[in-house]
C-alpha cells in the first residue's frame, strides 16, 4: 500500500462528512434567511399597520376638526341672527320711546295751555 493510498483512504471519508456537513450548514443559513426575510416582511407590514393606524387617526381628527368647525359656524350665524333681531327690537323700543317722549312734551304742552287758560299759571 502506498502512502498515497493511505491518505486517500482517510480523506474520503473526511471530505464526505464535511461536504455533509457544508450541507447541513447551507441548510440552516437557508432557513435563517427565510426566518430572517420573514421577520423583515412581518415587521414591514407592522409598519405599515402602524402608519395605516396613524393615518386614519389623523383623518378623524380633521373630521372632528370640520365638525366643530361647521358647529361653531352654526352657532355664529344663529348668533349672528340673534344680534340682528335684537338691534330690530332696540330701534323698535327707540322709536316708541321717541314717539312716547313727543306726546308726552304734546300732553305737557296742553297741560301749561290749559293751566293758562284757568289762569293756574
Known amino acids: 500500500m502506498s502512502p498515497g ?20 450548514v447551507h441548510q440552516l443559513v437557508e432557513g435563517i434567511g427565510f426566518q430572517v426575510a420573514g421577520s423583515l416582511v412581518g415587521a414591514a407590514r407592522q409598519h405599515a399597520a402602524v402608519r395605516e393606524n396613524r393615518r386614519l387617526s389623523d383623518l378623524e381628527a380633521v373630521e372632528r376638526l370640520v365638525a366643530e368647525l361647521d358647529r361653531a359656524r352654526r352657532i355664529a350665524a344663529q348668533a349672528q341672527a340673534e344680534t340682528r333681531r335684537l338691534r330690530t327690537e332696540i330701534a323698535a323700543h327707540a322709536n316708541e320711546t321717541v314717539a312716547q317722549r313727543h306726546r308726552a312734551e304734546r300732553a305737557e304742552t296742553a297741560c301749561v295751555r290749559y ?3 284757568l289762569g293756574i299759571v
Not at 491518505?7 to 450541507?23: C, Q, R, V
Open 5 to 24: 493510498a493511505f491518505y486517500e483512504g482517510e480523506i474520503a471519508p473526511l471530505e464526505e462528512a464535511l461536504m455533509s456537513h457544508a450541507a447541513h
Open 115 to 117: 293751566a293758562k287758560a
